[in-house]
């Protein structure tokens, strides 16, 4: 007779503040991965912790930002363990030119306390520019992969205080050009993608992905003291160039760490391999 494996947080109520519909992006993988329950809550306005469009500046990094909406949510439910979603946007890591979106999902523990984080990143559908024609707003709105994702309008510029959110039905956007433009002391309109997650499917796909590394991360045991959240915590880099034989910024191996205790062990990576001559710092200065 096998025994069923049980997992840590079978049954669980896992508290989600959301006003922006993730709690229908993230409940499937987490649910089906773990065996707990989304409770989810919007009775908290999230926005007053920030907004992609600047009218609230966020306080404090994006981790921050994450603990904040998981500790209200697990105030506002009575959960002891809480789930919060962040994203950021900015130029790419490689090149700085393409428009970057990182998505960080925050799962608190208090009965263990831990914090465990779930990362992705990738493209973002972050398109903005001022347009003054009919034409060129449709133009802009085919780039900006329109109506899937919603659009943002503005008088003048980005920091203008009237704002117009959601926009996702052309007859609407039509009009609301009409109105915004006759309303602009430049006769432009600035326009930009709605980076909120109900609004952008680009960065649904990305938090997607972030709820599937922090469930990988969950279902990971130390080995030590059966904590959650056992996982890679940095790089050692090293690894030796194919022509000269220095040591390059490529990893070598992986550190990985417990959350709760101090165990942690070096897990060595391309055993037997060697960089590139193109990644070398002596080859390819």
Same mark, same amino acid.
């Given at each position: 007779? &096998? &025994?069923?494996?049980?997992?840590?947080?079978?049954?669980?109520g896992? *508290?989600?503040?959301?006003?922006?519909?993730?709690?229908?992006?993230?409940?499937?993988p987490?649910?089906?991965?773990?065996?707990?329950?989304?409770?989810?809550?919007?009775?908290?306005d999230?926005?007053?912790?920030? &907004?992609?469009?600047?009218?609230?500046?966020?306080?404090?990094?994006?981790?921050?930002?994450?603990?904040?909406?998981?500790?209200?949510?697990?105030t506002?439910?009575?959960?002891?363990?809480?789930?919060a979603?962040?994203?950021?946007?900015?130029? $790419?890591?490689?090149?700085?030119?393409?428009?970057? +979106?990182?998505?960080?999902?925050?799962?608190?523990?208090d009965?263990? /306390?831990? =914090?465990?984080?779930?990362?992705? $990143?990738?493209?973002?559908? +972050?398109?903005? /520019?001022?347009?003054? &024609?009919?034409?060129?707003?449709?133009?802009?709105?085919?780039?900006?992969?329109?109506?899937?994702?919603h659009?943002?309008?503005?008088? @003048?510029? =980005?920091?203008?205080? =009237?704002?117009?959110?959601?926009?996702?039905?052309?007859?609407?956007?039509?009009?609301?050009?009409?109105?915004?433009? +006759?309303?602009?002391?430049?006769?432009?309109?600035?326009?930009?993608?709605?980076?909120? *997650?109900?609004? +952008? %499917?680009?960065?649904?796909?990305?938090?997607?992905?972030?709820?599937?590394?922090?469930?990988?991360?969950?279902?990971?045991?130390?080995?030590?003291? *059966?904590?959650p959240?056992?996982a890679?915590?940095?790089?050692?880099?090293g690894?030796?160039?194919?022509?000269?034989?220095?040591?390059?910024?490529? %990893?070598?191996? =992986?550190?990985?760490?417990?959350?709760s205790?101090?165990?942690?062990e070096?897990?060595?990576?391309?055993?037997?391999?060697?960089? @590139?001559?193109?990644?070398?710092?002596?080859?390819?200065?």
């Amino acid at each position: 007779m &096998t &025994t069923r494996v049980q997992y840590p947080y079978e049954g669980q109520g896992v *508290a989600l503040l959301t006003r922006h519909g993730k709690e229908a992006l993230l409940r499937e993988p987490l649910e089906t991965a773990l065996g707990c329950h989304l409770v989810h809550t919007d009775a908290h306005d999230t926005d007053e912790l920030g &907004t992609f469009t600047g009218e609230v500046a966020r306080p404090g990094s994006q981790r921050e930002a994450a603990r904040a909406k998981a500790r209200i949510g697990m105030t506002l439910t009575g959960a002891r363990v809480g789930l919060a979603s962040e994203g950021a946007f900015g130029p $790419d890591p490689f090149a700085g030119v393409v428009p970057w +979106n990182t998505e960080l999902l925050l799962w608190i523990d208090d009965e263990r /306390g831990i =914090e465990v984080a779930g990362l992705a $990143d990738g493209p973002a559908q +972050n398109a903005h /520019g001022v347009v003054t &024609t009919a034409e060129q707003l449709h133009e802009f709105a085919h780039e900006a992969r329109f109506p899937q994702h919603h659009l943002v309008l503005r008088p @003048d510029h =980005e920091r203008h205080p =009237e704002i117009h959110k959601g926009i996702n039905d052309p007859r609407e956007l039509a009009s609301l050009f009409e109105a915004v433009r +006759n309303r602009a002391a430049t006769g432009g309109v600035f326009v930009q993608n709605d980076l909120r *997650a109900f609004c +952008n %499917p680009t960065r649904q796909a990305i938090i997607r992905k972030a709820a599937l590394d922090l469930a990988q991360k969950l279902l990971s045991p130390c080995p030590a003291c *059966a904590t959650p959240g056992y996982a890679r915590v940095r790089h050692i880099p090293g690894l030796p160039c194919r022509v000269c034989g220095a040591r390059t910024r490529l %990893p070598v191996a =992986e550190v990985w760490a417990c959350l709760s205790c101090t165990h942690e062990e070096r897990r060595d990576v391309r055993a037997g391999q060697q960089a @590139d001559p193109g990644r070398c710092g002596f080859c390819n200065p």
